[in-house]
């Protein structure tokens, strides 16, 4: 029951995004809730490492049963509450394949457009360490990986989702991901499959509920996925 | 049918040996599989690429299902063969939290372990440009890392597996990594709960059957992870 869970999690985080979307999707929206602020270090307050000692969120409970990261969140939301909300993992053994197959490829988008280039390279890096070779290559990367997509959405047709016909855990996982792009500067029209999801999906109910908070206040700061 | 099944693999890949004990644990010893050359680059090649065009093992099929990502391919043989072989994921909902989040808490030894350490900062990076201060800190990074699991381990209790008292996907997760931190001269006796762990689970068949081939043909040329 929702009442019975309680979820810490920070405003325009992946990981959070995607345990939040599982949760409406699941039929648990209105779930207690705390928002903590990364900048205030709330993460590392002791209700929080209660919860998960390693200070991360999401932190989440459903009675007495702790699940932390957010991968583990989605499964296990799933595997318990299966029948309830929507069906995320499809039971057709092809169509749960190609979910599976997509919901763990998104460390490739992980681990070359987060990390590599948006982390890495751009926050975590000086304006004067920047070499300019070094940048054109991660935004090739991104570009790379993210026309994988592209070419993953156009195969699947207008009105289908990034791995199904219907929204799976490959679209809770992999949604977050595009929207923070977005955010940050992509450029939808060169990715013109993507852009009629996106267009689609950021309308989509458990999206639009769980959508960070402070997205809607205030634009970014970067816009340098444009140059992707 | 194992025989209907294909893997391409590499030795001594993290990714590659989670897949294969997976497969072993299921009942599907014997499948057919092609070991590939990483020197030469046959993952690039085209029988490889066919497969998965990203180039990367392992690839597998089962008929004419293809998973790629090794989390994908575990994932997939637990809920397609739930019924055969080791049953990965426990039934009982508290116990499969606990593996569910363990399975996915692995990114932290992945990340700080794997990549911080091992690959990004020893690995791929020559003598001369390494700091003994970031390096000391990315040992203790490591050594903190690792002495999460075991207290893990030392609370699950001697004869238990990391998540629950049998073997679980978590262990499948796991196992890999620790055995390669171990290769790479990791000093088992500063974890005791792990170094009774590892002593127990490398005998295990599914692990000898799939056990590196080279590890056991030459021994490694790194034993940085002394200092962790």
Redesign the interface.
Known sequence: MASNMFLYWGTGSVPCWKAMIALEEKGFGGYPNQLISFDNEENKADYVTKLN??GQVPAFKDGD????????IC??LE??YGNQGTQL?PSD??E??NV??R???I??VENTVLKELAYYYMFDTTDENRDETVLKERYEMGRTELL?WEGYMQKMGSGAFIASKTFSMADVYFFPYLAFFVRLGLNLSKFPALSEYYNRVKDRASVKASWPPHWLKEPSKNNFMSHV
């Open positions: 000692p390693r049963i702790v699940v932390n990261e957010s991968w583990a499964d296990y595997r318990r993992i053994i092809k749960q394949a599976l197959q919901m763990y490829e460390f490739n994988i």
